[in-house]
């Protein structure tokens, strides 16, 4: 099992979100990549009932990326313009590429076939090929810290 880390998800600056080279639909088993600790990028691996990241940290109109320690699945914690928090599964609902976060839009999107999601209104789908909205991941602020629930 060679397991590529093809990490682009360095999400909390602005994420071009085009320089993965993502293998196509079916190997999605490559998810597990972070188990490998890698020290690429600044995704934390987060349990649930922990916190993802503090608050303060992150302005609103930026997004944060982590992994769900649980599944692996790689993850991105949205701070709105509103203030408010979303929390949404990276994995294209698509084919299974990890999506990134698009600054400038504040809209996910992916990099294989150029889904984008919206993650001020639950991640629905912006433009296709994606037909369903992306999981949302529920979080809640505790203690200054975003908290995965
Ligand atoms: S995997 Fe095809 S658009 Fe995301």
Redesign the pocket.
């Known amino acids: 099992m060679v397991g590529l880390g093809v990490a682009g998800s360095s999400v909390l600056s602005a994420c071009g979100g085009g320089g993965g080279e993502s293998a ?2 079916s190997g999605q088993k490559t998810k597990k990549k972070q188990q490998a600790q890698a020290s690429t990028t600044t995704s934390p691996s987060v349990d649930k009932g922990k916190p993802i990241v503090e608050a303060a940290f992150l302005p609103p109109g930026f997004a944060f990326a982590f992994d769900l320690a649980e599944s692996g699945d790689p993850a991105i914690l949205v701070h709105l313009p509103d203030e408010s928090w979303a929390a949404y599964s990276a994995v ?6 990890e ?1 990134g976060y698009q600054l400038e839009a504040q809209r996910l999107g ?1 990099p ?4 984008v999601f919206n993650p001020a209104q639950g991640g629905a789908v912006v433009q296709g ?2 037909k369903k909205p992306l999981k949302e991941i529920e979080v809640r602020t505790e203690g200054g810290n975003v908290v995965l629930a």
């Not at 294209?92 to 590429?97: L, Q, Y």
């Open positions: 196509q639909g294209c609902t698509h084919a299974g590429c999506v992916c294989c076939h150029g889904s090929p994606a």
